[in-house]
């Protein structure tokens, strides 16, 4: 699950628009923000302005990005935990 190789953080993603430039940008910026829930405000062309608030669900849990690695989706952390819990 885990890969050690550098060159595979190099993805290039296929539905990513030439448009976007993240030169400069830093990952993980808003990622404490968004855990306590974000707002998003559109701007639209005809300068109407719609702002909406997320909060994350009850029961939601965010899964750090370097366990991430390892546990890439819920059915391989629900199995790690219950392992876990058979170990206790």
């Given amino acids: 699950m885990h890969n050690n190789n550098p060159e595979s953080n190099n ?3 296929e539905d990513m628009l030439p448009e976007y430039n ?4 830093i990952r993980g910026k808003h990622y404490q923000d ?8 559109i701007h639209q062309e005809d300068g109407t302005i719609i702002v909406q608030h997320y909060d994350l669900k009850e029961g939601t849990i965010i899964i750090d990005p370097d ?3 390892y546990f890439p989706d819920a059915e391989s952390v629900n199995h790690a935990l219950r392992t ?5």
């Fill in 34 to 41: 968004y855990r306590r829930g974000h707002t998003v405000t």
């Fill in 67 to 69: 366990i991430r690695d």
């Fill in 22 to 25: 993240f030169t400069g940008g």
């Fill in 84 to 88: 876990l819990i058979k170990l206790i």
């Fill in 11 to 13: 993805i290039i993603d």
